[in-house]
């Protein structure tokens, strides 16, 4: 990563938000050493509590937080369906709106969308209970930027990823929706 980049993120990011979409998506995944997501999109972690005691969360010791990056792009515009054990924060930060899909453990389906213009709906940060599928669509853009916090911190054991089947079977009422975000 190279200071001019660095640079250049924090101005436009934080001085100059109205342009911060002049950066590219490679400048971004670059500057930012993201990395492909099993979900879809890009991530890399950005903390976790190393400097705490684990807590034994009933599944094994976890950190008591974690976060992480998340990019999705024109290229990779789907988060595709999974489901958490822990609650997750998630803040908006750059680029286009990304709207998610929430199943709650009753059925209900929830549709929100994460962005920079409270006065158009947009929300500034979502928080998602544990047990929760979720799903998330980049809809237009070049990309959107978000990060999100993870308590108790996240491990890939403590995430489910959504089968088509599976989740049609329990949730019949939102067959479009689940097949749309699907990654089968």
Request: overall charge negative.
């Amino acid at each position: 990563m190279t200071r001019l980049l660095l640079l250049r993120f924090l101005l436009l990011g934080l001085l100059l938000p109205g342009l911060s979409m002049a950066m590219d998506v490679e400048e971004l995944v670059e500057l930012l050493q993201l990395q492909p997501h099993v979900e879809g999109g890009f991530f890399r972690r950005t903390f976790e509590a190393g400097h705490r005691a684990k807590i034994d969360s009933g599944l094994g010791p976890r950190f008591t937080l974690t976060s992480i990056f998340y990019l999705l792009t024109e290229d990779a515009r789907i988060g595709h369906w999974h489901k958490n054990q822990s609650d997750i924060l998630h803040f908006f930060h750059l680029g286009e709106p990304i709207t998610y899909y929430l199943i709650h453990p009753d059925g209900t389906l929830e549709t929100v969308v994460l962005g920079p213009d409270p006065a158009s709906g947009h929300e500034l940060q979502l928080a998602v209970k544990g047990g929760t599928w979720k799903a998330s669509h980049l809809e237009q853009g070049e990309y959107g930027l978000i990060s999100e916090a993870v308590a108790p911190g996240f491990e890939y054991s403590d995430m489910e990823l959504g089968k088509a089947d599976f989740l049609l079977q329990e949730f019949p009422q939102h067959r479009t929706v689940i097949r749309t975000f699907s990654n089968e």
